[in-house]
């Protein structure tokens, strides 16, 4: 499918996806890029990848399929880094939870000769490193593809069948939509446990230390406070907008809550959690 | 240790005690009280429980351990109608989320013959009914107990050793202190997925169902909105002011968090979200 694939990021996503894309032979040849140091040698050594390069000016010849998988800021300088070593006609990618930006910035500067299409494969949890990587991660999972009225429908049509051969569930989204729902579904809540695990940290009940008292269902619903920080404080700031306005929504939410309990409104609260009991119900 | 045991309430609580009661040699027998229905019968058949009443005047005489394992707001009239079927010096205690309001209550209509002490094993998930009960759920959790000044000095040392059999570390803690520290660890973490599904619900992107969006973490993260509605109404209404509280420092962190999001604070964001990931790595 692909000769040449460079992967910038080789970590969870990036090397899942490298271990994928050679056990479904779409790629010949996978070389990796990223900081010099314990990462990608171990990523080599162990077959993740092929090769790797620690600077642009070492891309190889013939990379036809560049996939940037580092952190969202860095999405869109970095692949300009990379233009004057890539194959006429190569495919720009990436895998980052904030398109709009991303992509609005991308088309503003990509050279005619090559073509990019956002992707966001909803896959992964808060394990970093190359060692992370797993083949199938994106099993069953949904990639959610972000093409705009520049896009190419041949490259779309390639990067759409890339992506089902690992597996995914492909669905096309406008950009905006893409980062109003996942600043929903992903963002917020990551928000909300930041503030619940600092709220428990500042609390003082006596001498008390309340995270003795954390029982297993605080421990679940706060893991994802175990990512990466500067990770997250990255797409909070790229998809600041509808973060924002979902969490404008939710501490209305909260505050209405908060006055039914004041209140003892028994009967309303009920109702709210009768609610997300069976709205939770629906989540498959 | 105690000649008859009467389990109010045999769901996961009551019933997970019946059975490490027997286990540990704790209670000659164990009777369950409940309504009429399949729930007691099917506890009665697989030996969770010896026998059952479905009435306080069906009570059999000698009982010496009365537990209530009824939602929080039942216990303090529930244990009021048992009070002239119990032998003289019954222990009385209950598992409740909630302490001061049912300590106080309890120890106000108390007749001078029996001993009360509030009882709150951390343990438990959001399975119900004597179906959910298994053996050792106590097994290494905290059981606190909130003695009072009235509270008999034997009585509570039999209580204690009892809980200790069943693999419990025991804490001993003010009513109104566990209520503060339970608002925070425990109570706060559910309002606060109630209200993150009912956002989701509510929130109209397009015609898309959000739903379908959700990761792996969200699903962890919301785990609990599965609890029992009607049960989580009466926590709330019961600890109303340290959970009122507890969510009002909640709104205001999570406002300045929405601040920084706003005004595009990238190092204030990463440093709490990295506070944040610290305290949860202390998180036992």
Known sequence: MFRKLLIAGVGLIGGSLALDARKHGLAEEIIGYGRPGKNLKWAKQTGVIDDFIHTPEKTPEGIDLLVLATPVETVVPLARTFFSRLASGCLITDVGSVKEK???????????????????????????????????????????????????????????????????????????????VLAVVSHLPHVLVYALVNTLGRTRVDSIDLKEFCAGGFKDFTRIASSRPELWRDIFLLNRRAVSKGLADYIRSLERLKRMIDNGQGAALEKEFALANEARRRIS
């Open 102 to 180: 991303i992509v609005r910035e991308m088309e503003a500067s990509l050279p005619p000769r090559f073509h990019f299409i956002g992707a966001h494969p909803i896959a992964g949890n808060e394990q970093w490193g190359a060692q992370a990587a797993r083949e199938d991660l994106f099993q069953n999972r949904k990639c959610i593809l972000t093409p705009t009225n520049l896009t190419d429908r041949k490259a779309l049509a390639k990067l759409r069948r890339f992506w089902q051969k690992l597996g995914a569930e492909v669905i096309l989204m406008n950009p905006k939509v893409h980062d109003q």
